[in-house]
């Protein structure tokens, strides 16, 4: 029988998404069975678009990286009501509301592309 055992889990989306209790819970839950990541190749690929920079590299790393089929990724895109809320509780250093719609809204566009 051919498996697929998971080598490593990247924990994906927006700012204030809920990724590190996310991964804290995992870690907690499994003993660190798992490499766990915040973020991968698919963030870098999205904000070296957002912010305008050459991301020939990126997409090639992404293609490289998702091609590994013992990777497995979760994306966590809570409603925008949610985000918008935990930035207005702790706000972020990177991001003003405007700018954290940006990344919202292509990380719901990359995943919605991805699960396709």
Not at 5 to 16: A, I, M, N, Q, Y
Not at 24 to 32: G, I, N, V
Request: with cysteine; net charge neutral; aromatic share 12%.
């Amino acid at each position: 029988m051919l498996t697929f055992p998971t080598s490593c889990l990247f924990v994906e989306g927006p700012d204030c998404s809920g990724k590190t209790t996310l991964i804290d819970e995992l870690h907690k839950s499994t003993s660190y069975r798992w490499h766990i990541f915040d973020r991968s190749q698919v963030s870098r690929n999205i904000f070296s678009s957002l912010f305008n920079r050459d991301n020939n590299l990126s997409k090639i790393d992404l293609q490289t990286e998702m091609s590994n089929l013992n990777n497995r990724y979760v994306f966590l895109i809570p409603d925008w009501s949610v985000i918008k809320e935990r930035y207005e509780k702790r706000g972020d250093p990177l991001h003003d509301l405007k700018s954290l719609r940006e990344v919202y809204n292509a990380f719901e566009s990359v995943s919605h592309k991805i699960e396709k």
